[in-house]
């Protein structure tokens, strides 16, 4: 299994991002915890980032395994983390308006109250991994868009045909680079 440049980047992204995702699950956990699970607020990052991780661990899972995944091409990417960053938007939006009311600084809260200071502490750090986990989903979908448009114009057609992980420019399109459908029913000529 040898990966390209790109691939290596695209894989580190997508490893960082599963580190701030069970960062995030893990806070969600503690906060819902705390309220007994009864917060939609609270619920909203807790189930966004394990449908989140499970969808992280089948991507990684079938790029590392199969060398022609198509779950690692780059419109499948782009669509996939689009998606994810258009949830995280609007459930960390959702989620932030509704903490707005838990004040700020925690060392307001009565000293007699210590797991209230620790939830208050929890919550603000979960406020801002949401918008990190976010952030990360944007910038991963635009930038596997914008090499993958960059390396279209650049007349390699063939991005589009194999996974990210394996692309390299140099590769011809006439061959199909090797990751090409080997159907008998090709024989007849495309329907193009």
């Not at 503690?30 to 394990?50: E, K, M, T």
């Not at 609007?90 to 007699?112: E, N, V």
């Not at 990210?164 to 990751?179: E, F, I, N, V």
């Amino acid at each position: 299994m040898v990966f390209s440049s790109a691939g290596k980047k695209k894989l580190a992204a997508q490893a960082f991002l599963f580190s701030i995702n069970v960062i995030v699950l893990a806070l969600a956990a503690r906060v819902n915890q705390f309220q007994d699970f009864f917060y939609v607020a609270d619920l909203f990052p807790l189930g966004l980032s394990i449908a989140t991780l499970v969808l992280l661990v089948f991507l990684l899972s079938a790029d590392l395994g199969y060398d022609n995944a198509y779950t690692g091409r780059a419109h499948v990417e782009v669509g996939i983390f689009g998606v994810l960053s258009l949830c995280w938007l609007s459930f960390s939006a959702f989620s932030t308006s509704r903490w707005q009311h838990i004040p700020f600084k925690c060392d307001s809260i009565p000293a007699d109250s210590p797991d209230e200071r620790t939830w208050c502490k929890d919550v603000q750090v979960l406020k801002g991994f949401v918008w990190i986990e976010f952030l990360t989903c944007l910038i991963i979908t635009l930038s596997t868009f914008r090499y993958a448009s960059n390396q279209h114009s650049r007349g390699h057609k063939h991005i589009w045909k194999m996974p990210l992980s394996r692309y390299r420019p140099g590769l011809s399109d006439s061959t199909d680079a090797g990751m090409g459908r080997n159907s008998e029913f090709l024989q007849y000529g495309r329907f193009d």
